[in-house]
């Protein structure tokens, strides 16, 4: 009787030795999905592990200043995006699978990597449209990783409004005097507007709007023009 016992256990345990075993393969096989989706992020580390240079540096402190906490900052050529080949992608921050939240990495074109070393080797390049796009840039991916509060912000119009309210306190952290920055950061409000699908900032990113961070940048009156 009990030799038929321990017969009939041994197809049960199998089983279950089998089923644990498809468990372990499902999570396996869902772990190497995961990194082969998230290889860009494995390369972001990687170049920030060996071959991060001056520039990314000087990013990555600027991004320190503004967030008080670190980022990394990857500098490569990113590929154009979009049917229009006019439009191109200058700085993107990869998502967290299965969250809305986001990596503290932030990738930047060259080309706008190196619109930002001139500006922080002289401000006054700001006056350039390309340079003063290029800070432009960097403030808005800053703003997706700050969001409101801290939080991160996926919607870009919502970053674009940010942005503009910060981009004195990132043309300061970038090296510029704070009369400087002021005025950079006002002749861009008056200028800028993203002519992208999905940015255009609405009518509440204004002086006591419900997008209005309160930063007191403008001389407490931001911002200097009328969105939306």
């Not at 998502?95 to 070393?117: A, F, G, H, Q, S």
């Not at 703003?143 to 939080?151: A, K, L, M, V």
Request: aromatic letters at 6%.
């Amino acid at each position: 009787m009990a030799k038929h016992s321990e017969r009939s256990r041994e197809p049960k345990a199998k089983r279950e030795q089998l089923i644990n075993w498809a468990y372990r393969g499902v999570w396996v096989a869902a772990a190497l999905a995961v990194a082969f989706s998230q290889r860009d992020v494995i390369d972001d580390v990687a170049h920030a592990l060996t071959s991060k240079t001056e520039a990314e540096k000087s990013l990555e402190e600027t991004a320190h200043t503004v967030l008080g906490r670190n980022i990394l900052v990857h500098c490569f050529d990113i590929p154009d995006k979009g049917s229009d080949p006019s439009i191109k992608t200058r700085g993107e921050i990869p998502v967290i699978p299965m969250t809305n939240k986001l990596y503290p990495i932030i990738r930047l074109d060259t080309v706008t990597c190196e619109r930002l070393e001139m500006f922080m080797d002289d401000p006054s390049t700001g006056e350039n449209e390309s340079v003063r796009d290029a800070v432009m840039d960097i403030s808005h991916e800053l703003s997706h990783q700050q969001g409101r509060d801290g939080n991160g912000e996926l919607d870009e119009s919502l970053t674009d409004c940010y942005a503009i309210q910060r981009l004195s306190g990132v043309a300061q952290a970038l090296g510029a005097s704070e009369t400087f920055a002021e005025e950079f950061s006002r002749k861009t409000a008056e200028v800028y507007q993203r002519n992208v699908s999905g940015y255009e900032m609405s009518a509440e990113c204004r002086d006591g709007g419900t997008e209005d961070l309160d930063l007191h940048t403008y001389g407490g009156n931001f911002p200097p023009v009328q969105f939306g």
